[in-house]
């Protein structure tokens, strides 16, 4: 099994299986420090879904990803505020996924702080949904630019020490993406009748 173009098509996993069509939507869970070998990485979890598969090679696409649970757990200070957001999105290629960003603050803010830095949540994961394709909104997420352009629009609002995208999940899947168990056995056909 190999990541998406996106992040390297690295090998994830290999799983025995006597025909293609089996591995089809089975996920396979990794962390980024598996595919990036950054050892800053290794608190995140990836979770890749198979959507093809032809001969010995499984093509996956990113499911979901997520914090570790520790690492979300060293990131809580006292005297600081939480900001959670949790946003539906579809992205221009018609990936309906739902992503869960996680705000931390020096100290505690108010109310109409906390709403404020919500707002540019929601603005900005608006903004690159429409404007990206599934690929790119991943790996935006989990390789922490969304949360990046979060931070620096929310700083003006509130004094932010950590703004990350906790935990994305993909919901729907346009028509054609993944691939049947029919299809892959109409990619096998050819090649054992012209051997």
Same mark, same amino acid.
């Given at each position: 099994?190999?990541?998406?173009?996106?992040?390297?098509?690295?090998?994830?996993?290999?799983?025995?299986?006597?025909?293609?069509?089996?591995?089809?939507?089975?996920?396979?869970?990794?962390?980024?420090?598996?595919?990036?070998?950054?050892?800053?990485?290794?608190?995140?979890?990836?979770?890749?879904?198979?959507?093809?598969?032809?001969?010995?090679?499984?093509?996956?696409?990113?499911?979901?990803?997520?914090?570790?649970?520790?690492?979300?757990?060293?990131?809580?200070?006292?005297?600081?505020?939480?900001?959670?957001?949790?946003?539906?999105?579809?992205?221009?290629?018609?990936?309906?996924?739902?992503?869960?960003?996680?705000?931390?603050?020096?100290?505690? /803010?108010?109310?109409?702080?906390?709403?404020?830095?919500? !707002? $540019? @949540?929601? *603005? &900005?994961?608006?903004?690159?949904?429409? =404007?990206?394709?599934?690929?790119?909104?991943?790996?935006?997420?989990?390789?922490?630019?969304?949360?990046?352009?979060?931070?620096?629009?929310?700083?003006?609002?509130?004094?932010?020490?950590?703004?990350?995208?906790?935990?994305?999940?993909?919901?729907? /899947?346009?028509?054609?993406?993944?691939?049947?168990?029919? !299809? $892959? @056995?109409? *990619? &096998?056909?050819?090649?054992?009748?012209? =051997?």
């Amino acid at each position: 099994m190999y990541s998406p173009s996106y992040f390297g098509e690295n090998i994830v996993a290999s799983i025995p299986c006597e025909v293609p069509s089996a591995v089809i939507g089975r996920v396979v869970e990794t962390t980024l420090y598996d595919i990036t070998n950054d050892f800053a990485h290794q608190s995140i979890k990836l979770y890749f879904l198979v959507v093809n598969a032809k001969d010995h090679r499984a093509d996956t696409i990113l499911k979901s990803h997520e914090y570790a649970t520790d690492y979300l757990r060293s990131l809580v200070r006292r005297g600081s505020t939480r900001l959670d957001g949790i946003f539906n999105a579809t992205t221009k290629d018609q990936f309906s996924t739902r992503i869960s960003i996680v705000a931390f603050t020096r100290d505690r /803010i108010n109310a109409s702080q906390e709403h404020g830095v919500r !707002q $540019v @949540m929601r *603005q &900005i994961v608006d903004e690159k949904a429409t =404007a990206l394709n599934y690929d790119q909104l991943a790996q935006e997420a989990v390789l922490g630019k969304l949360g990046s352009d979060i931070y620096n629009l929310s700083k003006k609002i509130a004094p932010l020490r950590h703004v990350g995208v906790r935990k994305s999940k993909l919901l729907s /899947i346009p028509p054609g993406v993944m691939a049947t168990p029919a !299809q $892959v @056995m109409e *990619q &096998i056909k050819p090649a054992a009748t012209a =051997a």
